[in-house]
């Protein structure tokens, strides 16, 4: 039997990665600039962990965590999410006794039991940031302006469509769900049989639900906008203003609600249409109530997570090609004594910065330089004979289509004209 991946799980190539780091680093560049650090938190946690933040009637919840009993009887999960376990470390840890306010950021694989579509995997990566403190709708104005910085720095902003909303309170939301609930009622032999269940513990998630008649129903729902308490349109009203003073374009999506039960307030959705059904790109918001839910201080919070599968892929739309693997400098060498001398030359230049392959056989000049070419060297260097004899190294400029010969003891000091 042919050993091959777990279904909806992949393997990120070679040719691929360097694509992942620009994005990982571009995004570590953008998010320290805005004074966010860092943190690192385990791929599995106490199921109650997730149970407890994402809420019991969410569809991750229900259907899509891996779980299992460890040996003393704990049930675990491997993280469907990053918030719930950053906020978990931020209680544990008593973050809030060092400082008022906790910029955090993440990146790390996911896992979720669903059904594996283009940008779409049941094993995928994230990346993500939380604001931990300030409950000032600036708050929720930076992480958004932060999150779309990091677009624009990557050149994808003219691929993706920033909406947003806001979810309302303890305050004006139950009574909102009373009138989902009676504008749902009549409906509810057509919905679906989960929306159904919904329709009686949580009927937001209507709203949410993919299959197309519940849409369609769903259509002409009553609006949380239009159900905003004061304090809460005050909130919305500051939010849309700041991002409007920056300069960030936006539009307003009533029908926007989350997957999971822990937002409130501000919510927001970054989407593109060039990948299909598979339209969110990175989402996120307030979250006031989950470090308390979780064991800690009423403390406010807002954050967002985006997949990078799907960034990966809007940005082979964007840069097609130009993310290779760089080779500085490529030794060819001819006879064991070239040999002799090549291994250590490559080993000094590699302690200098620059980057260098060569061949372990004994192959042809003309086999070498052709995988010289094909790696796209920079720079390709020849040892031979003729050149052991003079002491020189033979250097071909692979661009340029020029040679020339320096001094092997002067190679490495001139190391940094390779490297560039």
């Known amino acids: 039997m042919k050993i091959k991946s777990i279904r909806g799980f992949h393997d990120i190539l070679p040719e691929t990665i360097k694509r992942w780091h620009f994005i990982e680093d571009s995004a570590k560049r953008i998010f320290e600039l805005y004074g966010y650090s860092e943190i690192r938190i385990p791929v599995l946690e106490f199921t109650d962990v997730f149970a407890r933040s994402l809420g019991t009637t969410t569809d991750i919840v229900e259907k899509e965590m891996y779980t299992f009993t460890d040996r003393d009887g704990s049930s675990l999960t491997l993280r469907p999410e990053g918030t719930a376990g950053v906020v978990r470390a931020y209680i544990e840890d008593s973050m809030q006794a060092k400082s008022a306010i906790s910029k955090l950021y993440y990146s790390g694989m996911m896992f979720r039991h669903e059904r594996p579509q283009k940008g779409r995997f049941r094993g995928f990566y994230q990346i993500g940031a939380e604001l931990i403190g300030p409950e000032e709708p600036s708050s929720d104005a930076e992480i958004v302006t932060m999150l779309w910085r990091f677009f624009e720095e990557i050149e994808l902003t003219r691929f993706l469509d920033l909406e947003i909303s806001s979810l309302g309170d303890e305050n004006c939301r139950p009574q909102y769900k009373e009138k989902l609930v009676h504008y749902f009622m009549p409906h509810k032999d057509d919905l679906c049989e989960d929306c159904q269940r919904r329709l009686d513990v949580n009927p937001l998630r209507i709203l949410d639900c993919k299959q197309t008649k519940c849409k369609e129903i769903a259509a002409d729902a009553p609006s949380m906008l239009d159900n905003l308490c004061v304090e809460c349109e005050k909130h919305f009203n500051s939010v ?80 097609p090609k130009g993310f290779n693997k760089e080779v500085n400098v490529f030794i060819a060498y001819l006879g064991d004594d070239a040999k002799k001398a090549a291994f250590p030359l490559a080993f000094n230049l590699r302690k200098n910065g620059v980057s260098v392959e060569m061949d372990y056989g004994n192959k042809s000049l003309k086999s070498q330089m052709k995988r010289s070419d094909k790696m796209g060297a920079n720079f390709t260097f020849i040892i031979g004979e003729e050149e052991l004899q003079k002491g020189v190294v033979k250097v071909r400029n692979m661009k340029e289509s020029k040679e020339e010969d320096i001094k092997l003891e002067d190679v490495i000091s001139l190391s940094q004209q390779f490297s560039s």
Request: negative net charge; aromatic residues 8%.
């Open 240 to 319: 849309k203003e700041d991002l409007t003073n920056v300069g960030i374009p936006f539009s307003i999506n009533p029908k926007i609600v989350r997957g999971l039960d822990y937002y409130t307030r501000t919510v927001f959705e970054i989407t593109t249409q060039e990948l299909g059904s598979q339209n969110a790109v990175a989402a996120g918001g307030r979250y006031d109530g989950l470090v308390k839910e979780l064991g800690g201080p009423d403390t406010a919070a807002v954050g967002f997570a985006m997949g990078i599968e799907r960034i990966v892929l809007l940005q082979e739309k964007s840069i």
